[in-house]
C-alpha cells in the first residue's frame, strides 16, 4: 500500500488551488499523477496545470476547495526513472563559465563535460521564457551558485547551471546562471509552429550529449537564420537531433 | 474581400489582442489577452463579431489607421475623441470608415486602454491558438508601427441593430475586492490588515504584465526564499520592495515571490483602466 504523500493544498483565488509538495521528487510524483487523472478523465477540468519547484498549480478549477479534499486522499506513486519521453541534447562544453565550475566542483575544466552528460535530467517546470526548462537530476553536491553579476546577454543555446537546475536557453535573454556549453542549434527547443512547440516540457527526461562537428552540420543545415518556419529543418521529426522518443524507444 | 488597416499613427503602444492563449503556462508561455476583456466583448458584439475576435488595444494615445476598404468600426474600452478625415464620429457604436479616409482614435479623456474593433475582425496570425501580442515572452504580433498594415477578416454577419451598449467608465478610485492566499502566511497579520486598509496609488510603471501599487510597503514574516511557483492572473505578488504588483495578462507563468492574496479576474478590467495616480483600495472579497 502506498503511504499518503505529505500535502498541503492553498488556495489561490476562486479558481485555482496550489499544491505544495515536502520536495522536488514528491512534486514530480504529484504533477505526474495530476497528468494521468487527466488524461483518464477522472479530474475535473483545469485549463492549466503548471508545476513548480514544490509545487503544482491547478487553474480554472470549478470548486477548488472540493478538490483540495480530493487530492488529499490521492494515493501518489513515485515516479519510476524510465517514465516519460527521452530527448537528447547535442552540447558543445565550451561555456565561458566552465572553468568557475570545474573549480567548484573540484575538477579540470575538460572533465566538467563528462560529469555534466554523465546524468539523466528530468524537466521539473518551465518558466523565464517559452520552452525554458528546469531540468533537475544534477547531484546536490555539484549545484553551484548563480553568477554574483548576472549577464546581459547570454546566447540561444547556451547550457547553463544554477542551484539544483540545469537549462538550455531557448533564446538569447539577460541570465545568471553559469554557462558550461553551447546547443549549437537551439531552434528545436522552442517553436510554435510546432504541434509540440516546447521540446523541454516538464516530465521529460533529458539527456545531454557531447556535440562533435557532424552533429552540429546536420542540425544546422536550415537556411532560416531567425528560426525554424513551417517545413524548416527543426519541426523535421526525423532528424534524431532534438527530436522526442517515447520511452524505452 | 480582406480589407487592410494602414497604420498612419501607431500611438504609444498598439498592440493586437483577443482572449489570449490560456492553457500553455506549463511551457512558460503567458495567457496574455485583452486587459479589459468586456470592452473588446462588447466593441465586437456591436460589429456582429465573434466577442473573443481580435481587436486593437491602445494605451492612453490612441492611434490612426486608414482603410484601403470601407469598413465598419467601433472605438470602445477607455473614451476618446474619435474622428474620421477630421470630423467627430462615433464613441462606443459603430462608426464607417470610407476606404481611404483616416480613423483617428484620440488620446483617451480617461482611462488607458481604447479597444478599436473591426467588422471581420483583425487578422494578424494566431500563435498557439491566439492572435495576442504577448510583451513578456514576444509572442504574437509586434506592437503596431508606423506604415504597418494590419489585416481585417471577412465579416460573417453583418452589423447587428444597435441597442443601448453600457460602457462602465474608468474608475476614479479603483477597488479591489481581494481572497488571501495562497502566501498569506508569509506576511505578519499587521501587513495584511495594511493591504485591506491603507490606499495605494496606481504607480506609472504599470504595464501589461502587472499593475504596480505605491503605498506602504507589506513586511514579510518568512524571509526565506521562495521556490518559483505557478502564478495565477490577478495574484497580488509582493517583491522585496514589499510594494503589492497585480498580475495582469501579459504576467509571468511562475515566480519567486510570495502572492499574499488574489484579485478575481473580473476585477482586473477596472484595474487596466486606472491611470497612475489613482487611489487603489484592497477589499476583502
Known sequence: MTVPRPLTAYPAGRHALLVELSDAEHTAAFHTEVLRRRAAGSLPPVTEVVPGARTVLLDGVPDPEALARRVAEWEVPPVADDTGDVVEIPVRYDGPDLADVAALWGVGPGEVGARHASFTYRVAFCGFAPGFGYLTGLPAHLNVPRRSTPRTRVPAGAVALAGPYSAVYPRATPGGWQLIGTMPDPRPLWDPERERAALLTPGTRVRFVTADGTTDGTVTKGTAADGAGPGGTATDGSTAVGAPREAGA | ?285
Request: charged share 15%; hydrophobic share 40%; net charge neutral.
Open chain 2, 1 to 285: 474581400m480582406t480589407a487592410g488597416l494602414t497604420t498612419v499613427r501607431a500611438g504609444a503602444l498598439t498592440t493586437v489582442q483577443d482572449a489570449g492563449r490560456p492553457g500553455h503556462a506549463h511551457l512558460g508561455v503567458p495567457r496574455s489577452g485583452a486587459l479589459d476583456a468586456p470592452a473588446m466583448r462588447l466593441a465586437n458584439r456591436l460589429l456582429g463579431n465573434d466577442p473573443d475576435a481580435a481587436v486593437l488595444e491602445t494605451t492612453l494615445t490612441g492611434c490612426a489607421l486608414r482603410p484601403d476598404r470601407d469598413v465598419t468600426v467601433v472605438v470602445g474600452g477607455a473614451p476618446c475623441p474619435v474622428k474620421v478625415d477630421g470630423r467627430p464620429a462615433a464613441w462606443g457604436a459603430p462608426a464607417r470608415v470610407p476606404a481611404g479616409a483616416v480613423l483617428d482614435v484620440g488620446t483617451a479623456s480617461a482611462g488607458v486602454r481604447s479597444y478599436v474593433a473591426v467588422a471581420g475582425g483583425v487578422a494578424a496570425r494566431p500563435v498557439l491558438g491566439s492572435r495576442s501580442t504577448d510583451l513578456l515572452s514576444g509572442l504574437g504580433p509586434a506592437p503596431l508601427r508606423d506604415g504597418e498594415v494590419v489585416a481585417v477578416g471577412v465579416p460573417a454577419r453583418p452589423v447587428p441593430p444597435q441597442v443601448a451598449a453600457p460602457w462602465p467608465g474608468p474608475p476614479a478610485e479603483l477597488v479591489l475586492p481581494v481572497r488571501p492566499g495562497p502566501r498569506a502566511d508569509w506576511f505578519s497579520p499587521a501587513a495584511l490588515r495594511t493591504l485591506t486598509s491603507a490606499t495605494y496609488r496606481v504607480s506609472p510603471h504599470s504595464n501589461r504584465i502587472g499593475l504596480r501599487t505605491e503605498g506602504p510597503a507589506l513586511e514579510r514574516t518568512s524571509t526565506g526564499e521562495l521556490p518559483s511557483e505557478g502564478m495565477v492572473l490577478g495574484a497580488v505578488q509582493v517583491p522585496p520592495d514589499g510594494h503589492p504588483v497585480i498580475f495582469l495578462h501579459d504576467h509571468p507563468t511562475t515566480g519567486g515571490y510570495p502572492v499574499v492574496a488574489v484579485v478575481p479576474e473580473p476585477a482586473l478590467a477596472a484595474a487596466a483602466q486606472a491611470v497612475a495616480g489613482t487611489p487603489v483600495r484592497f477589499t476583502l472579497a
